[in-house]
């Protein structure tokens, strides 16, 4: 296969984006799209490789599965293991016990699949996992698994079935992106299935250039290739966190990429621009520092918590070319040179390492992630346990009739055990953290309180959810609930910020709409929060059922664990690690705004004042953490509330 030289300055324009975007650079709001730039290059150099040595009958799939392991392994397994060391020293027992299972799943072509069933792509969680990179070489190589083995055994067919097959799952892998991107957007993200298409884009120039020339008309590659790159930048810097992806906006940078490389022929402007020696240089290297990047940021993170100040990040970024091209001398180059590396070494070599980093990961999962690294006491090892779930949260809607059903068969009672209930409390996730202390409360007052919680589901009336369809069901038949019994009072607890505004890392969260097909845009947010409050508020006012809403917690910018973790590491002290105040204040300002200025209709509980002085707002205390991760209250950390919830649950009868 002739060398070209543009292609090495593409992927540069692809790795670039990516790590600018991944340090936090604002303005590159959509780099990650570089994943989608290096899908197109490797689904044509892959396949013109493989339809050539097919065509001369020199088609080996030893030797293609060889090369791939020269070509990914090596500098993927010297990054993982200088990774090793770091992780052991600086993460926290469950951040260790997460790098483990992503060693595992790395070695063994998976880790798409682990990050897809974790969390999420963006946001602050996601940027602490050292390896999260890795998804996308998961992908390929499942892709290099699959798509020689299906040419192989269509090859000998006409070409036009070929390319038909190829197009109907073009096609379909299209669709189904597209269409997950709205209802299952982590899946589509990370999986195979979804991201098909975009290889495909670069296997149908493959199969065209073999056959055909590049277009004779300067003037036509001149403009096609300045109109590709053009989509490319379009993408980088006006795509962001909120673009459904990988839907059919993903064809932007894709097919900006496909005509680049049809048409970025000599004597054009971008094939001059992407063949300067400093942007070759860069692609050369552009897959060890594409693997050296996310490991070297996510350990500053870790290290040093709070953001990284710009200046440090820029250093960062330097270093991971720095290392880069140490990975691409002395490791990429002599293990792809067969004449300082057999076949059977990398054979071995590669399997080697794939039981190293298994065994490896398998350890640190094993021991839990190592908690003895740091000298927790039990209390406070105790004190990130979560609350028990039991059947009064995220409970089975399958069979629950709206208009005939026992509540029994969902939630729980707390406190007394009798027929009529007293007080009805509802919520998202914050509500659970809340449930033993308020059962101890109302077994003093012998009173019965019913409780029933679902994940991310806002407790108002009307209000539909864009991953909890569920939710609106749920309210109504809390609603059902307390117009029969003529309760006391309806307690709601939440995680406000979460349908507002998201957290600090300006990830959106949670999308909300009042009707059930949406549109469920971040636009919408304030009036579907705004118009189904006051419509909460005029059902149970109607009812003259009183209201009572507790704000929530302030959210913290890392677990307490990570935080005790780094206290104990003496990286700083609890000051150095809890939310500043008028951060946390700015998160919620919406929500208290909103049910302040309501508070001749409801009974507004506003809770700030129990973790915050004038500064900070403390994440716990020496000898136990308030919280069980970064914004739900430990079961000690609830006690806080004690005299406010003894206030609400009045024993009036």
Known sequence: MEYRKEIDGLRALAVLPVIFFHAGFDIFSGGFVGVDIFFVISGYLITTIIINEMSSNNFSLINFYERRARRILPALFFVMLLSIPFAWFWLTPSDLEGFGKSLIAVSTFSSNILFWRESG?????SELKPLLH?????????????FPLFLMLLWKAKLKLILFSLFFIFLLSLTLAHWSSFNYPIASFYLLPTRGWELLIGVFIAFYLKDNKFFKSSKLNESLSLFGFGLIVYSIFYFNESTPFPSLYALIPTLGTGILILTAVPNTLMNRFLGLSPIVGVGLISYSAYLWHQPILAFARHRFFDETPKLMTLLLILGSFILAYVSWRWVEKPFRNKKITTRKTIFIFSFAGIIFFSLVGGIFINLNGAPERVNFSTELQQSFERPSVENCFDFSFDEI????????EWGCFLGEKKESIDYIFFGDSHSLSLKDRISSIAKERRINVFYAGLSSCLPFQGIYMELRGNCNLLNKMILTIAKRDNVKGLVLSAKWALYLSGDYSGSEGILISENRDGPFL???????FTN????????????KIPLHIISQPPLQYRTAESSYFKVAKNFGNIKDFSVKKKDFERLESFSHKLFAHNSDKITYHHILELFCNDNYCEFGNEKYSYYYDDDHLSILGSHKLNLLLEQIFENNS
């Not at 890795?134 to 699959?146: F, G, K, M, R």
């Not at 009739?401 to 029994?408: A, G, H, I, K, T």
Request: charged share 20%; glycine share 2%; aromatic share 18%.
């Open 121 to 125: 792509y963006f946001g602050a969680v």
């Open 134 to 146: 890795t998804w996308s070489l998961a992908v390929e190589e499942q892709y290099y698994i699959i």
């Open 401 to 408: 009739n709206l208009d005939n059903f026992q509540e029994r």
């Open 522 to 528: 971040n636009e919408n947010r304030s009036s579907a």
């Open 532 to 543: 189904t409050f006051h419509k909460t508020i005029k059902e149970f006012n109607n009812l």
